[in-house]
Each structure stands twice: as structure tokens, then as C-alpha cells.
């Protein structure tokens, strides 16, 4: 993409005409600062949301948030609005780990009352977590349990003791999508979900002890119940194997299924069917069930969190803050043209950001994560959604090989940051270098008036598979 090709529409909102290519529908837009510009020029992610401007009934336009960079089919931190009756759903507009999301939960107790107990605590939530590729748990359900599971998502979960009805009124959607349906998701799907529940994962998924280093919006931070220098616990991850394997199946069947629709697309990682189609709902069923489980998935990592905590030290209930999805598809209300609709906005690598509604944005390790609240301007200017963390801007390879692992803990625990992770290749993988600047990604969406800063965390404690 050429930088000729981009026009500023305001201070930080950019825009790709539909006059650049021939076959876009709706422009694309983009969050940045100037700053940011040459990073995002860098890859193809402005070329694949000029793709996702193509698509059937996109609505708008095309976005994408300022922690942009290049994915599957969408770029990740892309954003786009269908019409219900003649737009598409796109596997690629989600992503393989379905309902990839963030949970914060919130301590009753400051940094200094338990500073000394931080590297105990954090060896015991390592202990108590599984993490790693493949890793299963002992905690392991039955196919007609796991199917309930699919259907009812985290609320399952706490009706078989793994938490608190509490938690359910601070997870989006109550922690489950009820247009859920087992029966589309496929046995080998299941088969690799099966001893996957209450499991992290590897890659960029993590468990992490926080301190509030710095509140931004007392009034804002009350509602949510925090303080500065509290100690919070975010975690990161979502529907493991079977999402994947969801994702799999269905961008092979919509490939199969484009040509009797009539649909082109530019790109093949756009596999994409009518949403109203059978093959649509299908996937819109088993996407759902796929995000039910990684709900389910967060609310048994946080009973094992729980179980860490207490252990280390003693009674102090852990309350969710928070839980937001950042790979999903979801059917909302917007307005269009002065006009309330019904709407499927696909969110990959992006955050809902209601008003009100708390956002959290975490960061690369030895960096910072914030907690936002979505604003009002976010439902006029973004399909109600923000960033969702710093964005890549280094391939896994590439910081494998600027970077050694034991090295960057070496460095992490010079900063007083306790380190548990099973692979030192996967920590170089995730080191801030590969990461935009948390705080220029955050401010953009704050200068957009999408979402306004409450907290600034930062980590004493980082558990990686």
C-alpha cells in the first residue's frame, strides 16, 4: 500500500477511498497516529482491509483499530458490519482461536501487603494452570458434559461449582451465546476441546499478576472496584484446540460453497457464505459454541486461580472486573444512515467497547496493559469496538532471533517481575520488542474518543505456557 493511497479524515482516522480498486464497496478506514504510519505500511494488513471492503454487504466501511497488523483474511484488529439479509459471515473475520478474550480480575489486597508472597503465588497459578500446545488438564468432560458446555458457556461452569453466579452478570454476554448449537461443531473438534477446558495455551496467552500503577478515571475506576496500587490478575486465552479445528472445517466448506452463491473474493483466506445460508448459520452456530467454550475456559482458570490464591494467601475473593471477547461475530444494533439495524460485526483482534463498558487492553510482557471504558463516540465511529491489545510489529521468527529467552527473563526479573513459562523460545516470541508501543496504541483510541483511560497495570508477575 502506498501512502499516496491514504487520505487523513481527522486527527488520528485515516482513509482508503473506494476509488482505490475497483472492486471495494465501502471504504477503509484505519486508526494511527503519525507515528504509527510507516509500521502499518510495513506489512499487508492495509491491503487485506481493502480485501474485507470487497465482501458482500459490508455495511459503512471497512476498519481497523491502531494495534493493526497482518492476519488471515482480515487483518488482525479489523472490524466490519454486514447486513443481515445480504452480507456474509467470514471465518477470517474471526480468527482460529474463536473468542480469544481477556479476564481481569480484581484482589482485595495492595502490592505491599503481599509483595514478598508475589514469586509463591505465581509458581502456585502455574501449578494449577495447565499451559503449553496440546496441553490437556485432569479435569476432564464427558461428550454429553462437553456439549452442555457448548451450549451454555460459562454459566455452565458455575453451576458445576467453578465460580460464583456473580461472575456471570461481569462477562460479555453473561459468558455465553445462547444461538449456540453442539451439533455443528465436528467430533474432532471436540476430541481436541475434550481435556482442553481451564487450559492457557502457549503463544500470547498468559496468566498475569498486576499492580495499579496509576488511575486515570477515579469515578470510573469505583464503579469497577479499583485502586492504586491494588493487585489485579489478568489471563489471556481462549477455545484452544477446538476453536481451531472449528475454524479449519468451515473455511474448507465455505471455499467448497462460495462458487454456488456466486461469491468472488480476492483473497481465499476471505472463505466466506451468506449469513443466512445453511452453511452461514452453520458456522454462525459452531463459532458460537466455540466462543461458549473459551467463556467456559476463562471461568475454569479463574477457579484454578482461586484455588492458587488461597492456598498462597489464604481467603480474599477474587472478583471479576471484567471478561471481553476479541475474535467473535456477533448480531448488534447499529445506526446506519440515521437508521437502527441489525447488524453482524465481525470483531478479530478487536474489543466491544459499549459505553460504559469496561475495556481491557493488555500489553506486551514488562510493559504496561490498561483498563478502559468504551464511550459514546464508539457506537457513531467504530461498530462499538476499540483496540485489543499492543498489535505485533515483529513476526514470531524474527524476535526468536533478535532475542533470547533466558536473557529477556534475566531482564523481566531485573525489573521485579517474577517469571513461570515451560518454553524459553516461546518467551523470546512474546518479548515487548515484538510489540507496538502499548501506550501510543491506547492513546490513539483515546484521541478517537472510542474508549477513555481508567487504570494503567503493570506486571510483578507473568505465567506463560
Request: charged share 20%.
Amino acid at each position: 500500500m502506498e501512502r499516496s493511497s491514504i487520505r487523513k479524515i481527522s486527527g488520528c482516522l485515516w482513509e482508503i477511498s473506494r476509488s482505490h480498486r475497483s472492486d471495494m464497496r465501502v471504504p477503509a478506514r484505519f486508526y494511527a497516529s503519525g507515528a504509527m504510519l510507516d509500521q502499518i505500511l510495513a506489512d499487508r494488513s492495509l491491503e487485506q482491509l481493502v480485501n474485507v471492503a470487497t465482501l458482500p454487504g459490508i455495511v459503512g466501511f471497512a476498519l481497523a483499530m491502531p494495534d493493526i497488523h497482518e492476519g488471515y483474511g482480515f487483518p488482525i484488529g479489523g472490524v466490519a458490519a454486514f447486513d443481515l439479509d445480504d452480507g456474509v459471515i467470514s471465518p477470517g473475520g474471526i480468527g482460529y482461536d474463536i473468542n480469544c478474550g481477556v479476564r481481569l480480575l480484581a484482589t482485595g489486597s495492595s502490592f505491599e501487603s503481599i509483595r514478598e508472597k508475589i514469586p509463591d503465588l505465581a509458581k502456585e497459578i502455574y501449578r494449577q494452570v495447565p499451559s503449553g500446545v496440546g496441553r490437556g488438564n485432569k479435569i476432564a468432560f464427558s461428550s454429553a458434559e462437553l456439549d452442555r458446555v457448548l451450549r451454555e458457556g460459562a454459566r455452565r461452569m458455575v453451576e458445576l461449582g467453578y465460580g460464583e453466579p456473580e461472575d456471570l452478570a461481569h462477562i460479555e454476554s453473561g459468558g455465553v451465546l445462547d444461538v449456540a448449537d453442539p451439533t455443528q461443531v465436528s467430533f474432532q473438534a471436540k476430541q481436541r476441546g475434550q481435556d482442553q477446558l481451564g487450559t492457557m495455551g502457549a503463544g500470547n496467552h498468559f496468566v498475569e499478576i498486576d499492580r495499579i500503577d496509576a488511575i486515570f478515571d477515579a469515578e470510573a475506576a469505583g464503579r469497577m472496584g479499583l485502586f492504586e496500587g491494588q493487585v489485579v490478575i489478568q489471563l489471556h486465552t481462549g477455545s484452544r484446540g477446538l476453536g481451531h479445528q472449528i475454524a479449519t472445517d468451515y473455511i474448507r466448506a465455505m471455499n467448497h460453497a462460495m462458487a454456488s452463491y456466486g461469491i468472488t473474493v480476492p483473497d481465499r483466506e476471505l472463505a466466506c457464505a451468506p449469513f443466512l445460508s445453511p452453511e452461514g448459520q452453520d458456522y454462525f452456530s459452531a463459532m458460537s459454541a466455540g466462543a461458549n467454550f473459551a467463556w467456559a475456559n476463562r471461568q475454569l482458570i479463574t477457579w484454578e486461580i482461586r484455588k492458587a490464591w488461597n492456598s498462597v494467601l489464604g481467603d480474599d475473593p477474587l472478583r471479576v472486573v471484567y471478561d471481553v471477547a476479541h475474535n467473535i461475530a456477533k448480531v448488534e444494533t447499529h445506526e446506519i444512515d440515521g437508521h437502527r439495524k441489525k447488524l453482524l460485526v465481525h470483531r478479530k483482534g478487536a474489543t466491544r467497547a459499549f459505553p460504559g463498558q469496561p475495556v481491557i487492553i493488555p500489553g506486551s510482557m514488562g510493559t504496561a496493559s490498561f483498563v478502559l471504558e468504551g464511550e459514546q463516540a464508539s457506537m457513531r465511529e467504530s461498530f462499538g469496538s476499540s483496540c485489543h491489545g499492543a498489535g505485533r510489529r515483529m513476526s514470531r521468527t524474527k524476535a526468536k532471533d533478535m532475542v533470547q529467552g533466558s536473557q529477556l527473563r534475566m531482564e523481566l526479573e531485573a525489573m521485579g517481575i517474577t517469571v513461570q513459562a515451560g518454553s524459553m523460545s516461546g518467551l523470546a516470541e512474546e518479548a515487548p520488542a515484538a510489540y507496538k508501543d502499548i501506550g501510543e496504541v491506547v492513546g490513539t483510541v483515546v484521541t478517537a474518543g472510542i474508549a477513555r483511560k481508567v487504570a494503567k497495570l503493570v506486571p510483578v508477575g507473568i505465567m506463560k505456557g
